[in-house]
Nanobody, 126 residues
């Protein structure tokens, strides 16, 4: 079992920055891939970013590439999503997820993830 808790969401103006954190507990954090997804009102959940267990391999949606950075601190059992140059279209509930069957790479597919956090709201508005 893996428990995931997101934090760091909030209200930010366009062009601003936020850093989301995902605290993991349960299975050895360093042994599995992590991902971030988001869901805006009235839209399907979409992939944002993912990272392999060592952190060497990272993956991004085209819509956030160059603006968001995913990282992890295995010593602290934490995955991070640094978001910069935020746009109103980034407004969504952001979820972190763990794929305990994958370590060397990370998936963009929602169905590949086994455990999910409760989500944290990010609102980009002036």
């Amino acid at each position: 079992q893996v428990q995931l808790v997101e934090s760091g969401g909030g209200l930010v103006q366009p062009g601003g920055s936020l850093r989301l954190s995902c605290a993991a507990s349960g299975r050895t954090f360093s042994r599995y891939a992590m991902g971030w997804f988001r869901q805006a009102p009235g839209k399907e959940q979409e992939f944002v970013a993912a990272i392999s267990w060592i952190g060497i391999n990272t993956y991004y949606a085209d819509s956030v590439k160059g603006r968001f950075t995913i990282s992890r601190d295995n010593a602290k059992n934490t995955a991070l999503l640094q978001m910069s140059s935020l746009k109103p279209e980034d407004t969504a509930v952001y979820y972190c997820a763990a794929d305990v069957h994958r370590s060397q790479t990370a998936s963009r597919q929602h169905s590949e993830y086994d455990y999910w956090g409760q989500g944290t709201q990010v609102t980009v508005s002036s």
